[in-house]
């Protein structure tokens, strides 16, 4: 049974400096893994997907990796604003067709 | 990208009562629908996924009696939690995939509070 793990559970961080967020998964076989920003009380917006043969995406100052063999996926912040505080959450996809959601990581940027 | 609409945002309810919630897709059609429910602070559970036209497959631990699925159409999914709780109070969030990709668009959620 797959099992995605986040950490930090929360961080707490200066405006501007780079952040990177951690997903591990404990199956590797995995069609697709997924960055989700959920604001409180808020449903989720998709920030990043990678498929199973990619290494990386990016979109503006976000970069997320995955290495299915290791069974991790990072999310990198660059430059983080107030308006980044939210909660990341990553999710794995793999032959159940379903999503695996992670723990969550609470990111608070102050200014 | 795709958007999913939730209906009502929040509901209170008494106990004993059942509140329907609705999940549309606005701009694309949703062969498969999600529905997912959020503690405080936790993660998101699946309870279940529908295919239009079939009846929902519902998660382990998850009463199918309790929580009625119904995704009669392409563009609307219901959840309807019966005989409501208070241990019910949670946030329920749908999501939504088009036969023509494999990526899933979330709603805005739900907030029931059962008194």
């Known amino acids: 049974k797959q099992e995605v793990t986040q950490i930090p559970a929360a961080l707490s961080v200066p405006e501007g400096e780079n952040l990177v967020l951690n997903c591990s998964f404990t199956d590797s076989a995995i069609y697709n893994l997924q960055w989700f920003r959920q604001d409180p009380g808020k449903g989720l917006t998709s920030l990043l997907l990678?498929?199973?043969?990619?290494r990386e995406q990016t979109s503006g100052r976000l970069n997320a990796s995955l290495d299915k063999s290791s069974g991790r996926s990072t999310l990198y912040i660059a430059a983080s604003q107030p308006g980044d505080s939210a909660t990341y959450l990553c999710?794995?996809?793999?032959?159940?067709?379903?999503?695996?959601f992670g723990t969550g990581t609470r990111l608070q940027v102050f200014p | 990208g795709a958007v999913v609409s939730q209906h009502p945002s929040w509901v209170i309810c008494k106990s004993g009562t059942s509140v329907k919630i609705e999940c549309r897709s606005l701009?694309?059609?949703?062969?498969?629908m999600f529905w997912y429910r959020q503690f405080p602070k936790q993660s998101l559970m699946l309870m279940a996924t529908?295919?239009?036209?079939?009846?929902?497959?519902?998660e382990q631990g998850v009463e199918k009696d309790k929580f009625l699925i119904n995704h009669a159409s392409l563009t609307l999914s219901t959840l309807t939690v019966t005989s409501a709780h208070p241990e019910d109070s949670s946030f329920y969030i749908c999501?939504?995939?088009?036969?023509?990709?494999?990526?899933?668009?979330f709603g805005p959620g739900t907030r029931l509070t059962v008194t």
């Open positions: 999501s939504a995939r088009g036969l023509s990709f494999y990526e899933q668009y």
């Open positions: 701009d694309f059609q949703a062969t498969t």
């Open positions: 999710a794995s996809r793999g032959d159940t067709d379903k999503l695996i």
């Open positions: 990678i498929q199973s043969s990619q």
């Open positions: 529908s295919n239009e036209g079939s009846k929902a497959t519902y």
